[in-house]
C-alpha cells in the first residue's frame, strides 16, 4: 500500500520545527519518515535542522530534479528531496515541513496528502518571534497580519494548536495521526 504524504503548515513561529523535533521518535515508532527540506538560508542562521545551500547550488538541484517539492517564499527557496517518493511507493507515511502558499501544488502531486495546519494564538507567535530575532518588529507585524488573513482560506485540513506546551501538541499530533489513519 502507498504511504501518506503529512503536510505540516503553519506560519512562522508556530513552532513546526520544534514540533517534529519533540516528536522524531514517536513518529518513527508509527513508521512516519520526517523530510528534511533544504534551504537557501546560511547554515549559520538560527531554525530549522534543513540542509542549508546557496541560491546557485539550489538551482543546480532544482534542474536536476532533486526535488519532490519546491517552493519559493520570504525571499528563500526551500525543497522537499525526491526519494520522500521512494518512501511513500515502499509504503512508509513521510510528514514534511510545508508551505501554506504551495499547499494546492502539493495537493496535486500527492492527492491524497493530509495537511495538518499548526496554529498558535497571536500573542504567543509574536512573543515567539521577537524572542527568535530573525526579523525586525516591523516585519514581524507583517506576519501576524498575513497569518490573520491567510486563517480563514484553507478548507481541507486538520488544524493543530501549538499555543500550550509542546509535549501536549506532539500528543494531539500522534492523536490526529491514529485518527485520520487510512486503512487499506
Not at 541560491?55 to 519546491?70: G, I, N, S, T, W
Not at 521512494?86 to 507515511?93: H, I, P, Q, R, V
Request: hydrophobic share 45%; aromatic share 6%; net charge negative.
Amino acid at each position: 500500500m502507498q504511504g501518506r504524504l503529512i503536510y505540516l503548515i503553519g506560519p512562522s513561529g508556530a513552532g513546526k520545527d520544534s514540533l517534529l523535533d519533540a516528536a522524531r521518535a514517536a513518529l518513527a515508532e508509527r513508521g512516519v519518515r520526517i523530510a528534511r527540506r533544504v534551504i537557501t538560508r546560511s547554515a549559520e542562521a538560527v531554525g530549522e535542522a534543513a540542509h542549508s545551500v546557496s541560491a546557485e547550488e539550489f538551482a543546480r538541484m532544482e534542474a536536476e530534479q532533486a526535488f519532490a517539492l519546491a517552493w519559493r517564499a520570504n525571499g528563500l527557496a526551500y525543497g522537499i528531496p525526491a526519494e520522500i517518493d521512494a518512501w511513500l511507493a515502499a509504503g512508509e507515511d513521510v510528514l514534511v515541513n510545508g508551505s501554506r502558499g504551495y499547499l494546492p501544488e502539493a495537493r496535486q502531486r500527492y492527492p491524497e496528502l493530509l495537511a495538518v495546519l499548526l496554529t498558535v494564538e497571536q500573542d504567543v507567535l509574536r512573543e515567539r518571534l521577537l524572542n527568535r530575532g530573525r526579523e525586525t518588529p516591523e516585519q514581524i507585524e507583517a506576519r501576524l497580519a498575513r497569518n490573520e488573513l491567510f486563517s480563514g482560506e484553507l478548507d481541507d485540513y486538520i488544524r493543530l494548536d501549538n499555543s500550550a506546551s509542546l509535549a501536549s501538541s506532539v500528543e494531539r499530533l500522534l492523536h490526529l495521526l491514529d485518527e485520520h489513519h487510512r486503512c487499506g
